[in-house]
């Protein structure tokens, strides 16, 4: 495995260090807080079109992402982590719950209007072809979120030329051209460049290099990477694929049926996970070497569907520490107290929640870490 | 930067993929059109018989009110008269000739209207949803409940007859499944992301069903009414001929088959030639937006 | 290699050639692909969108529109001329000698009948039972595939049941006539890494218990590293590099695969950048001439775009497309970039 030679300080996981103009709450001041966001989408059915049960896509979801940082979120399909982006964006408007953009309430009064908000914030999407308008060249694409903000044609203009070479594409040669005419790679770079048109604070990547194929992904992360520094950006990175989440987050939030189970710092995440989830999940990665193949699945069975959810943990079903406390009541994400906690949702790691695991320090060092290794395979 | 490897320019450079001709999608379908020989024939066809309708007055031998009780009813090549004379002893030539601008005026000026009109509900209703879309769509179902040719007919009954009406029944009789055709088409590019990234620019409903939805859905809804056309001039002969729509002595092509059908068992010819201008009218115009749809669905 | 030379292979692909002609551009989806699997051998075909790697399955099993496709060359399935079987021969070798699972299980089950009813049938068609013998023959597959409380499951339809257990429902009606060949398209892309695990575990313990010969394809090298005994990298339509697993993963010899490697993302690259390959892959409209990977790579010389590079077989049996190597010598040593 050969990689490049050039390092560069690693990321600080609080405020960056540079300044930035458009700071309105102070560098200290989480770029964005979620507070208790959540979303069911009501199913309808029979002859009178019924209201007969709800997909909690979204389940009461509370994070915070400070400035300059990347927050990587991970979870299976179904988890509600695009209805969480969406939900960010305020293009789906969230049943409750509240967020917090650099100090200020969005969506309220006093606070931040959302057609505000959505200057400070973009979002990639992952479908590099069906978020490019086909009947347009893709420098208009680009430019139309700048005319929509009142920029002259000519501004807009020089702005999209600007952001594809910024991007890597020759504005000469791929400004005038339709996104059919271009490869995958080159259409998600014209849509990240359309995210950075308007300037935002935060990005939200939605799987944006899922649909890749390997070599492309990878030249897509360095430049999202070079982005995020020339620009002074903060990424919400969501994706399935937690090798990818591992090389661009310095916090990791798992989601799983709605939840969140488990948020921290990449290294305690992926080094010393605690949920049985994220276990699982960090041990369902392919292992790339022959000689040393995983034997058996970590998990068996498939994620339940969101729209009747287990009860108390969402994850009994399938999670072998089960015990009946876990059936009857929610665990709670522990306390959040800093950027370098690392907590999770699990009755294992509550002192005295009748779990016969959670010992008094709340950490189930003997139990649950033990089979976490096996489980863990080659990690 | 400096640490950073891939520089922008480097990217350029690496970016050169290998030439492709810029072609927007309406270029791409006027190419697939070149080739398309059947489409071309029927399209040269459908300009010509327009063009002999606005050129009419120069075309025409005679004056098509021009009566003559000695020259009725003649056959095909009698005397100066190419096609024959009607009932009143006029030329048909020319009563055709003219009668083609009325015809086609009836067939196009309602589905134009309607595009405008429906099309616009359609949009509105598919991208706007929820409640305004089920108040829309459910009076346009109502439409539906009837065949369009009663519904013409009662619309012109109760209005009377003459061409306004008969135009503006027929543009009643086409909004409904225009908008439906508008509303499909919409709510299907409605839920593409490029729509929801513009909605995350701060775009307004109106830009964006303007900029993002107009060109998306332009070619369905034109294909449709295109076809539409044909059922137009045929449902506006139908009226004409029921005496609802053009009344006499203006030259139509329904209302001339209406008069000649009288003499069917005289000159059983002469009587056919509205219905044949008719038939082949609308033909035309059905192959021509049968190949626009052909050519239209590129999979870009 | 001396005694695989004796007896047949199971697949032989020779010199297969797959064109899709259209009234504006011909497009060379498979270039002089040359392909030997042998009677209980994992291959996996390892390659990106594009590379020709679908397509060679879709001829393998004739499946591509004959209207618009042309193919030449030979393929040979446990002696059988695929290209000149007709009508009855033909759906003979469709579901009896070999079957196919795809990525996407919802578009391959008929969504109007159950799970069961289509085993069974396929089951009918094939072996000439009874419906009823079709139905236990169902019960016993789902099981064979772990299908949780599998008698409920037989009556279920395609879209009641999970991701997860809609692939098995799929892997259990492809082995319903007990295939040679098994044909898998991305079988597991589509599905949650938990799951798919689960089903790569499934894949290899019924190839090792019925001993069938699999051509499992793929883009992703992880996969490939679970499942395969061998290998074969594709690129532009391209075979550029086949050999074991563990010595084309473990020791690439083509420029593709050396970039394919060091540009899969690793939680230890946190911080640098990744080698990508530069570049995106050729229209294969208008190929590039020579190597078609010369334009993206980095030890490009003049000599890689004037004629296209042999196979070079080394003595282990390995296979790489690229004028740099010699079948004798350690070549990626040589390796330098121009």
Same mark, same amino acid.
């Not at chain 2, 038939?279 to 115009?285: D, K, N, R, Y």
């Given at each position: ?379 | ?37 059947? /489409? ?77 009109? @429906? ?9 706007? @949803? ?8 459910? /009076? ?64 307004? /409903? ?47 092509? @329904? ?46 | ?338």
């Amino acid at each position: 495995m050969t990689v490049t030679e050039n390092t560069r300080p690693s990321q600080t996981l609080n405020a960056v260090d540079r300044k930035d103009a458009r700071d309105r709450g102070g560098d200290r001041q989480p770029m964005l807080i979620a507070r208790e966001l959540k979303k069911h989408f009501p199913i309808t059915g029979g002859v009178l079109n019924r209201t007969i049960g709800h997909v909690r896509a979204v389940d009461g979801v509370s994070f915070t992402v400070m400035k300059g940082e990347t927050l990587g979120v991970v979870g299976e399909s179904g988890c509600g982590k695009s209805t969480l982006a969406r939900l960010l964006m305020h293009l789906i408007v969230p049943d409750s719950g509240d967020l917090i953009f650099d100090g200020d309430a969005v969506g309220e009064n006093d606070g931040l209007s959302v057609r505000d908000m959505r200057r400070l914030m973009q979002m990639v999407f992952q479908d590099s072809y069906s978020s490019l308008n086909p009947r347009m060249p893709v420098e208009d694409s680009i430019s139309y979120g700048k005319k929509v903000h009142g920029a002259s044609e000519q501004e807009a203009k020089e702005a999209a030329r600007e952001l594809l070479t910024k991007v890597g594409l020759d504005p000469n040669l791929f400004g005038p051209r339709y996104p059919h005419e271009l490869s995958g790679g080159q259409k998600q770079r014209v849509n990240i460049a359309r995210a950075l048109v308007l300037e935002p604070r935060v990005v939200i990547l939605d799987e944006a290099v899922s649909a890749l194929d390997k070599s492309v992904e990878a030249q897509v992360l360095n430049l999202l990477r070079y982005l995020k520094q020339h620009f002074n950006l903060t990424y919400v990175f969501i994706s399935h694929d937690l090798n990818v989440v591992q090389y661009v987050s310095d916090r990791v939030l798992v989601m799983y049926l709605g939840e969140v189970v488990e948020i921290g710092p990449v290294d305690e995440i992926y080094a010393r996970p605690k949920h049985p989830y994220t276990q699982a999940l960090l041990a369902s990665r392919l292992s790339m070497d022959p000689d040393d193949r995983i034997e058996e699945p970590p998990l068996v069975g498939d994620p339940p569907n969101p729209i009747n959810p287990p009860s108390g943990c969402r994850f009994r079903t399938r999670c072998k520490f089960a015990e009946k406390i876990c059936e009857i009541e929610r665990p709670v994400l522990g306390e959040w107290l800093s950027s370098e906690a690392h907590v999770t949702a699990c009755h294992m790691f509550v002192p005295r929640s009748g779990h016969s695991m959670a010992n008094e320090a709340g950490k189930p060092e003997a139990a649950a870490t033990v089979p976490a290794a096996a489980m863990a395979g080659e990690d | 930067m400096a640490n950073i490897t891939m520089s922008p320019a480097d990217a350029a450079a690496v970016q050169g993929a290998p030439s492709v001709r810029v072609r927007s999608y309406w270029q791409n379908v006027g190419y697939r059109l070149r080739y398309d020989y059947l /489409t071309l024939f029927f399209g040269a066809m459908v300009i010509l018989i327009i063009l002999s309708a606005i050129f009419a007055p120069l075309l025409a031998p005679m004056d098509p009110y021009q009566s003559s009780l000695i020259n009725r009813l003649k056959p095909i090549g009698y005397k100066d008269f190419l096609l024959g004379t009607d009932e009143l002893g006029r030329d048909i030539l020319s009563r055709m000739l003219y009668g083609g601008r009325i015809s086609l005026t009836m067939g196009i000026v309602p589905v134009l209207i309607a595009t405008i009109v @429906g099309g616009s509900l359609g949009i509105v209703a598919g991208f706007v @949803g929820g409640r305004t879309n089920m108040i829309i769509m459910r /009076t346009v179902d109502v439409f539906y409940a009837f065949p369009s040719i009663l519904l013409a007919v009662a619309i012109s009954g109760a209005m009377g007859g003459g061409i306004v009406n008969g135009m503006l029944s027929l543009t009643l009789v086409f909004i409904p499944p225009l908008c439906r055709v508008a509303e499909t088409a919409t709510s299907q590019v409605r839920n593409l992301d490029f729509v929801e990234a513009a909605r995350a620019t701060g775009a307004r /409903t109106l830009s964006i069903i303007r900029v993002h939805i107009l060109g998306n859905v332009l070619g369905p809804i034109l294909v449709y009414s295109s076809s539409m056309v044909s059922v137009s001039i045929l449902l506006a002969s139908g009226l004409s001929f029921l005496g609802l729509g053009v009344t006499p002595p203006e030259p139509d092509w @329904g209302l001339m088959l209406n008069t000649l059908r009288q003499a069917i068992y005289i000159n059983p010819v002469v009587c056919a030639i509205p219905g044949v201008a008719i038939l082949i009218t609308s033909i035309c115009f059905n192959l021509v937006s049968d190949g626009l749809r052909s050519a239209m669905d590129v999979r870009l | 290699m001396s005694d695989t030379a004796k007896k047949t292979p199971l697949v032989r692909l020779e010199d297969l050639n797959v064109k899709f002609v259209t009234r504006e551009s011909t497009v060379n989806a498979v270039n002089d692909v040359n392909l030997t699997l042998e009677a209980g051998e994992v291959l996996c075909i390892i390659g990106e969108s594009g590379s020709g790697k679908s397509v060679s399955m879709r001829a393998l099993m004739r499946l591509l529109p004959e209207r618009r496709t042309r193919i030449s060359g030979t393929i040979e399935v446990d002696g059988k001329d695929v290209l000149s079987l007709k009508g009855a021969e033909l759906s003979d070798l469709r579901g009896g000698l070999v079957s196919m699972i795809f990525q996407e299980p919802m578009t391959a089950l008929d969504p109007v009948f159950s799970v069961g009813h289509q085993i069974a049938e396929t089951v009918r068609r094939h072996e000439g039972c009874s419906y009823d013998k079709g139905m236990e023959r169902a019960l016993e597959l789902l099981e064979l595939v772990k299908v949780p409380s599998a008698e409920r499951r037989l009556k279920a339809f395609p879209h009641e049941l999970s991701g997860g257990l809609r692939q098995r429902a799929m892997i259990a009606m492809a082995l319903s006539c007990r295939p040679k060949l098994l044909l898998a398209d991305e079988p597991t892309t589509a599905l949650d890494a938990t799951v798919q695990i689960q089903v790569l575990i499934l894949l290899r313990k019924i190839q090792a218990e019925m001993g069938m010969g699999v051509i499992f394809v793929t883009h992703d090298l992880g996969v490939a590293a679970e499942i395969a005994d061998r290998v074969a990298v594709m690129y532009a339509g391209r075979i550029v590099e086949t050999g074991t697993v563990q010595e084309v993963l473990g020791n690439p010899k083509h420029p593709y695969t050396q970039g394919m490697l060091s540009s899969t993302v690793h939680g230890n690259m946190r911080g640098k950048d990744i080698e990508a390959i530069p570049g995106s892959p050729p229209d294969l409209r208008a190929m590039p001439p020579g190597c078609s990977f010369a334009p993206r790579c980095k030890y490009a010389e003049p000599a890689c775009t004037a004629a296209l590079p042999p196979e070079v077989v080394f003595e282990d049996g390995r296979m790489a497309r690229c004028i740099k190597l010699t079948p004798s010598a350690a070549p990626e040593k040589e390796l330098v970039p121009a």
